[in-house]
């Protein structure tokens, strides 16, 4: 539980700076600033470069990015994204936060260990995915959500992300990226009908960028730890 800022490279600092700048000025040269986005924006941000270095902070700041969240997607009756990062994102993020401080790295203890998938892992990833998948496509069939095509991939790739991310796994960060793709587009037909909301469609970009570096980063240091 260190300082995570310290642990930064000037590469890293480099990163989150420039993502927290685009991320602010996209959120505050709209005519409806929403508060709410810009901080889960920032917050959200300063979790991925946190989470690019391994450092178990990463996970504490989505918990808190996932309630934020969860706001903001109610307000536009995306039920999808609400439920899933109330009741799937946040308490997996509280696991991982468990299991990534049980977990440190032998090289540096700063920084979790990197684990393999093994073939029980996958099926079991498989077979949940499914399942989840099924469920929540008829609860949000129910509740009547907005593009529910798109909420329901939302759904299965955020389910994979922070189950890899539970893992320990490095392409948890490939989960989250291919997230970020769903969410870039199920936003930009939210702004659609409400202009507000570009500020979010750029806050996932820069989501997506961060999540790829997320993955360099990771693959890097699991060559290290091997």
Known sequence: ????????????????????????ISNIVTAD???????????????????????????????VFSILYGIISFRFHYWGEMITYLGMTMPMSIWST???????????????????????????LVIFSIAVT????????????PNIVFST???ITSFIAASLTMLRS????????SND??????????SFENPMYIPVVVNFI???????????SWKKRELQQT
Request: proline share 2%; net charge positive; charged share 10%.
């Open 1 to 24: 539980m260190n300082n995570p800022i310290k642990e930064l490279s000037k590469r890293e600092w480099g990163i989150w700076i420039g993502s927290l700048i685009i991320v602010f």
């Open 33 to 63: 600033l929403d508060l709410l986005t810009l901080t889960a924006a920032l917050i959200g941000v300063t979790s991925l470069i946190f989470a690019a270095k391994g450092n178990v902070w990463a996970q504490i700041l989505m918990i």
């Open 98 to 124: 468990i299991t990534w401080i049980r977990n440190p790295s032998k090289e540096n203890g700063n920084e979790v260990a990197i684990q393999k998938l093994n073939r029980n892992h996958i099926i079991l």
């Open 134 to 145: 099924i469920l929540f496509y008829f609860i949000l069939s129910a509740l009547n959500t």
């Open 153 to 155: 991939i939302s759904i």
């Open 170 to 177: 490095s392409y948890y960060a490939l989960g989250y990226a």
């Open 181 to 190: 793709i769903v969410l870039i587009i199920m936003w930009i037909l939210a």
């Open 206 to 216: 820069i989501f997506f960028l961060n999540d790829m570096y997320g993955f360099v």
